[in-house]
């Protein structure tokens, strides 16, 4: 099973508005990112929180830890036509052999101009 | 000036035959990953190589075989492709085996009929 789930599946907002993302997880974790994967395309990486991290941000975007929660959020404020894209939370958890990235089933946002 | 390349890009074939999907980086990462993609754009991780030593593979079926000849190439071969082979097929690289951020390559949607 998916060890991250994105909430909403699907979100459409008009531009300039915030678009907000949200993720749960199951299990303890080292750190979590989120990457951007534009129709067709590969994954981008975005931004990584670490577990004894609540908050960072990166230009228009901010992203929530909540480790008794097991959740996350990302936020991507003043949204643009071009943010349009599925949005992918993975958790990372360290194992003797490496590390290894579970992703959730993400979040495709539309941003309508 | 591509960071990580696969190719091909699409690959459609009958069940039963034999493909496999070529992954180079050259951003000089020790590690290198290969996911795979669903319909429901799950994304779930199948191999990692290190230094081409095999350090993660996630209960993937006999018939796919990774190959590393060298750190900056990881190809994947399937043997008898089955209908539930289709998918697409993400290669990925990180610096080492240990480094949180992953680099993603723009993937290969393989289709079996």
């Known amino acids: 099973s998916q060890q991250g789930e994105e909430d909403p599946q699907a979100l459409s907002i008009q531009e300039g508005e915030n678009a907000t993302m949200n993720c749960s997880y199951k299990t303890s974790i080292n750190n979590l990112q989120w990457y951007r994967q534009n129709s067709g395309r590969g994954l981008v990486h975005l931004i990584l929180?670490?577990?004894?991290?609540r908050e960072k941000h990166s230009g228009r975007l901010r992203v929530t830890l909540d480790t008794s929660k097991k959740s996350s959020s990302l936020l991507i404020t003043a949204s643009r036509a071009a943010d349009t894209a599925s949005y992918f939370c993975a958790t990372v958890s360290w194992y003797n052999a490496g590390n290894m990235l579970t992703f959730g089933g993400g979040t495709r946002l539309m941003v309508k101009p | 000036d591509t960071a990580v390349s696969q190719t091909p890009k699409y690959l459609v074939t009958q069940m039963g035959n034999d493909k496999s999907i070529k992954c180079e980086q050259n951003l000089g990462h020790d590690t290198m990953y290969w996911y795979k993609q669903d319909s429901k754009k799950f994304l779930k991780i199948m191999f990692s190589y290190n230094n081409k030593e095999l350090i993660i593979n996630e209960t993937v079926p006999n018939r796919f075989s990774p190959k590393s000849p060298d750190k900056a190439h990881l190809n994947l071969h399937i043997n008898s492709l089955e209908l539930g082979d289709s998918a697409v097929y993400f290669c990925a690289s990180s610096q080492q085996r240990y480094t949180d951020t992953q680099y993603f390559g723009p993937g290969t949607r393989l289709t079996v009929l």
């Open positions: 929180i670490r577990s004894n991290e």
